[in-house]
């Protein structure tokens, strides 16, 4: 257990959740960075020192961002006291070049710390440092969803990398999201954390998208749109958002409403805009619907579109209905709309823009960052490839599913 080098002050011992932190599921958001080193420079002596330099400067880093080495009370506010946070080291028999040029997903696993599910655990980060045989390294970090969303996580590992590398003014987070998004009292709700959770069994699939299959997706999806020139997120999604409906279809028997669900960054949309700085959940889903007899000659020109009007309500008028309450009873009446299955729905969440490639602790920038399996079906997570240009989805679905999925 790695706890911050000096204590917590009293005046700052509980920070309550925000209404966002409340709604959010109970699992770990999974990031596994990869650096390639020369096996002939480095040693015992090397990762003796490495893993050293590392917990140091994370239980420095923890000082600044003490919220992480606390715990959730009763999912109403973290009590900050210093428990600490999980550190594994572990030594990985094999080459890093292998594991990264056919990556299996049930392998990356290994390389954390935690399952990603994370229910019953009480640590709020885990961190597991992996040192290959040939001298690479894997830092796999997994930070509970319930405190942070994927821009705080880079943010907190940007952080916790520059003060490894010796940078000594690094900004303060902000904690308090709780006065923007007021706590609220979910019993008795038909929404609860675990929505959208399931037991069944979740196998992830990797596409990736070069450069050039991008820009023929763009011209693709904007040909006859309305959209002319569609962001390379919107035509991926709407890509797979087709795919997607194509498998159900064979399988349903009746007509349905599909349903695209991304999620929004909150921070730029909110009035004053917040900084990328402020820690914790600032995120919503937005939702693009679709009934079938729509899509049945719909091409993904026609989906962008939806998606971007989708997007554009999430605004002023919509931050102002979650602060004061009136979005959680909006989001009852869609919850119960999908749990009556009248809905098939993909969720979507794109990190192409959070720097996970510049995250050097001293040695040089990733040569690969990556994510997991997460226990939801139809879900898309979106992360840039190495080189920027490209796009990697990493699509969620269920086992039976798997086989007649294909891009």
Not at 221 to 228: E, F, P
Not at 289 to 298: A, R
Not at 334 to 350: A, R
């Amino acid at each position: 257990m790695i706890k911050p080098s000096s204590p917590t002050p009293e005046h700052l011992r509980n920070l309550k959740l925000s209404l966002l932190d409340q709604m959010a599921p109970p699992i770990y958001v999974p990031l596994i960075f990869f650096y390639q080193f020369d096996e002939l420079c480095f040693n015992m002596v090397g990762r003796a020192n490495k893993s050293q330099l590392l917990k140091q400067s994370l239980s420095d880093t923890l000082t600044m961002f003490y919220p992480l080495a606390g715990r959730i009370q009763e999912n109403s506010f973290i009590d900050c006291n210093d428990s600490g946070v999980e550190f594994v080291e572990a030594r990985v028999h094999a080459r890093l070049s292998d594991v990264i040029s056919e990556p299996n997903m049930e392998e990356l696993k290994k390389f954390l710390a935690v399952n990603p599910i994370g229910i019953g655990i009480a640590t709020l980060l885990a961190v597991q440092i992996n040192f290959f045989d040939c001298g690479g390294i894997a830092i796999g970090v997994c930070l509970s969803h319930k405190i942070a969303d994927g821009t705080s996580l880079v943010e907190f590992i940007n952080a916790w990398a520059a003060t490894c590398r010796g940078e000594v003014k690094i900004s303060q987070p902000y904690f308090d999201l709780a006065r923007i998004f007021p706590p609220r009292d979910l019993s008795g709700s038909s929404f609860t954390p675990n929505t959208g959770m399931t037991k069944e069994k979740i196998v992830t699939k990797r596409f990736v998208f070069d450069k050039e299959k991008l820009a023929m997706l763009k011209e693709f999806a904007g040909d006859g749109s309305q959209v002319r020139n569609p962001t390379r997120v919107e035509a991926v999604t709407a890509f797979i958002w087709k795919k997607f409906m194509e498998v159900m279809k064979n399988k349903m028997h009746e007509k349905k409403m599909f349903a695209a669900v991304h999620a929004v960054n909150l921070r730029p949309r909110v009035s004053p805009p917040l900084s990328e700085k402020a820690f914790g959940n600032c995120w919503r889903p937005t939702i693009a619907f679709l009934s079938t007899s729509e899509d049945d000659n719909n091409e993904c020109s026609d989906l962008v579109p939806v998606l971007r009007s989708a997007i554009k309500k999430i605004n002023g008028d919509f931050i102002k209905q979650v602060q004061d309450g009136q979005y959680l009873n909006q989001l009852c009446k869609s919850v119960d709309i999908f749990l009556k299955g009248d809905v098939e729905h993909y969720n979507f969440s794109s990190w192409c823009r959070f720097p996970v490639y510049e995250v050097d602790y001293g040695w040089g920038r990733p040569c690969w960052v990556c994510t997991t399996t997460l226990p939801f079906k139809n879900v898309v997570i979106l992360m840039s490839t190495p080189c920027g240009n490209g796009i990697e989805a990493w699509v969620n679905l269920l086992e039976e599913d798997i086989s007649t999925f294909k891009l």
